[in-house]
């Protein structure tokens, strides 16, 4: 069964910094390309960025609003992905969700796969 | 960039109708990757359609999915109540991805 499980929410003062983890199972992580997604309150959906496994290169893509402020790293030894987060401004407040497609065979794919979401809430 | 529009913001609907769902794009998207979500207050985001017609794996046959070029649809065939929720198109060939604005499929 495939797991994604976001971890490292939390309270963060405007100009501060947060690092999400997203903890990855029941595929083979490596393989994939792997996305984080927000939502702010009342908002829709907003792609973050993302990173490409490395036999893709291994390379990152932001959206603008987050590029020079957010960095996605991945730890394939252990199944782990991340998003560094600086400079945090108030319209950076949304539940982060970590996604991918789950398999690599064909990329870029549509998000077969999501966790839960971790809640970044960044307010004086 | 490309933007996604959707519309109608809104749909109010009753279980058992159809309900017709459109995403308009800026650019010409590719129809291998355009992509359809479902999503509930809470809970995370449910992969319907990907490739502009192709059903993810579990979703009923009353999902459909059709386009080219700038025009997609979204098509429920008959809603059930578990149906009601928002939707989101997305392309996901080039970056950024985008996501439409969303249409929320609302009980009449």
């Known amino acids: 069964e495939v797991q994604l499980v976001e971890s490292g929410g939390g309270l963060v003062k405007p100009g501060g910094s947060l690092r999400l983890s997203c903890a990855a199972s029941?595929?083979?992580?490596?393989?994939?390309?792997m996305n984080w997604v927000r939502q702010a309150p009342g908002k829709g959906l907003e792609w973050v960025g993302r990173?490409?496994?490395?036999?893709?290169?291994?390379?990152?893509d932001y959206a603008a609003p987050v590029k020079g402020r957010f960095t996605i790293s991945r730890d394939d030894s252990n199944n782990m992905l991340m998003l560094q987060m600086n400079s945090l401004r108030t319209e950076d407040t949304a539940v982060y969700y970590c996604?991918?497609?789950?398999?690599?065979?064909?990329?870029?794919?549509?998000?077969?796969?999501w966790g839960q979401g971790s809640l970044v809430t960044v307010s004086s | 960039e490309i933007v996604l529009t959707q519309s109608p913001g809104t749909l109010s609907l009753s279980p058992g109708e159809r309900a017709t769902l459109s995403c308009r794009a800026s650019?010409?998207?590719?129809?291998?990757?355009l992509a359809w979500y479902q999503h509930k207050p809470g809970q995370a985001p449910r992969l319907l359609i990907y490739?502009?017609?192709s059903r993810a794996t579990g979703i009923p046959d009353r999902f459909s999915g059709s386009g080219s070029g700038t025009d997609f649809t979204l098509t429920i065939s008959r809603l059930e109540p578990e149906d009601f929720a928002v939707y989101y198109c997305?392309?996901?060939?080039?970056?950024?991805?985008?996501f439409g604005g969303g249409t929320k499929v609302e009980i009449k």
């Open positions: 997305q392309q996901y060939g080039g970056s950024p991805l985008t």
């Open positions: 990173v490409k496994s490395k036999s893709d290169g291994g390379t990152t």
């Open positions: 650019h010409r998207v590719g129809s291998t990757y």
């Open positions: 029941g595929f083979t992580f490596s393989n994939v390309w």
């Open positions: 490739g502009t017609s």
């Open positions: 996604t991918t497609d789950g398999s690599g065979v064909v990329v870029p794919a549509a998000f077969n796969y």
